[in-house]
């Protein structure tokens, strides 16, 4: 699950807080200066009340977020007397189209002499903790189970993913189509070749070579591929469609020598499945066990 930590402060309470998050989630805390502009799961949001509302820099930030590459709004914050800032800030949300978490942390701060000290270390050490919950919520404790599913044309893929099978004690499957992609079928130059005409059309969904993934003994579902055409193959939408993933967490992940992962690919396997799609990440090829396994154990726990 990928998250990301942005606040908004006048008193530096708030940015206490934010820091205190970040550490505990991996993250870094920002300004709502600084743009979201790679795909999150979590935005988890710092703000506080300034004249009876949130700041209209936070309305303008929450405004300036794409709803395709933010999951869901997570708010936290202080204040002197007012309390919490949800409803503001989902009012913003909502207009946005971003999903807003119904949890939230809220804790008194420092102003003017009232509440001196606060937010003090018991209030971060809170705020750490409410973070790691809301990033470890869905897994309740236990440890996953995880497959870790791959389709790879020129065996890029396949060694990162059995690289990640391998360091998580994960089976693995390789997604195949029935009829194997040639040289010539996979020259994205050649307007007409196979991999081309599949790519230009968002609903092909070629077929597959069979329908043996253990998909419903694991809670955790990796599924690897190259980055064609900047998003997911189809052969991909293939697999994700001829399966139930009720009840499970999918977790894209993809090599390609430039292309990030993009927002596209989680966004349409979210409208395959209808199951919790994080981010992804994507890899290089030469990517080490400890870095793919340290990443995908914040899934797996």
Known sequence: MKAAVRYYTKTGNTKRLAEAVAKAIGAEALPISVPVDEPVDILFLGNSYYAFSIDPEVRSFVASLDKNMVGRIVNFGSAAMLNSTWKKVKAEADKAGIPMDEREFHCKGEFKGIHKGKPDAQDLAEAADFAKSIINVSSGG?????????????????????????????????????????????????KKSRSTLEMSDKNCRPALADKDAPVADADVVFVGYPVWWYREPSIIDSFLAAYDFSGKRVVPFATSGSSGIGAEAPQRMREITGAEVDAGKRFAAGASAEELKTWAETFLK
């Open 142 to 190: 236990k440890k996953m189970k995880a497959l870790v599913t791959y389709f790879s044309a020129s065996g890029v893929t396949a060694k990162v993913a059995k690289r990640l099978a391998d360091a998580i004690d994960s089976p693995v499957y390789e997604i195949r189509p029935e009829v194997p992609y040639t040289a010539a079928d996979l020259d994205w130059r050649n």
